[in-house]
């Protein structure tokens, strides 16, 4: 079974700046499909931060930004804030699979 | 503002099936798709498959392909997930979400369903 890998966590104090990482396979990131990543509150809707690997919906500050190279892609969060403590999700697709997801990273603002 | 609201906390006992609703509201509802995903408690987001709101085409994730059965009734603009033989390890929370160009770009605030005799 196709699944994104990403760290189990992260943390980073206010201000400074993190890193997600999402490792896929030639079958999903690296057969060139997008990426997408999603903010999760335990208990709330999940909240698209980055579609089409570098795009952010309107409303999404620009201290979210994400980048995709071969089978992997990134999501990198500047200027930490303690609001932005949450479960990161990155999303792709597999030819055999369909709709794939990472297995999620948690964020912590020390 | 685009909404997808969903039907409240469900209990059931093994062997027993689940009907959860998604009713949409803020945009034309056969304009988009609708996908569900579910998360058990402590594992990450999973995808079932996906409803063509327009034509009810469906598409299920080979894990539910047996269980599972998207509906949908355009007059209400509602979405439906019906999951059968429900097992301990279906207990999660469902979402269902709306599709746009690849993504999913609005999610209703999910359905618990707990399984347990």
């Known amino acids: 079974q196709s699944v994104l890998t990403q760290p189990p966590s992260v943390s980073g104090a206010p201000g400074q700046r993190v890193t997600i990482s999402c490792t896929g396979s030639s079958s999903d990131i690296g057969a060139g499909y997008d990426v997408h990543w999603y903010q999760h509150l335990p208990g709330t809707a999940p909240k698209l931060l980055i579609f089409?690997?570098?795009n952010r919906p309107s409303g999404v500050p620009d201290r979210f930004s994400g980048s995709k190279s071969g089978t992997s892609a990134s999501l990198a969060i500047t200027g930490l804030q303690a609001e932005d403590e949450a479960d990161y999700y990155c999303q792709s697709y597999d030819r055999s699979l369909g709709w794939v997801f990472g297995e999620g990273t948690k964020l912590t603002v020390l | 503002q685009v909404h997808l609201v969903q039907s409240g906390a469900e209990v059931k006992k093994p062997g027993a099936s689940v009907k959860v609703s998604c009713k949409a509201s803020g945009y034309t509802f056969t304009s988009y798709a609708i996908h569900w995903v579910r998360q058990a408690p402590g594992q990450r987001l999973e995808w079932m498959g996906w409803i063509n709101a327009a034509n009810g085409d469906t598409k299920y994730s080979q894990k539910f392909q047996a269980r599972v059965t998207f509906t949908r009734d355009t007059s209400a603009s509602t979405a439906y997930m019906d999951l059968s033989s429900l097992r301990t390890e279906d207990t999660s929370v469902y979402y269902c979400?709306?599709?746009?160009?690849?993504?999913?770009?609005?999610w209703g605030k999910g359905t618990t369903v707990t399984v347990s005799s």
């Open positions: 089409g690997n570098i």
């Open positions: 979400a709306r599709y746009f160009d690849h993504y999913m770009d609005v």
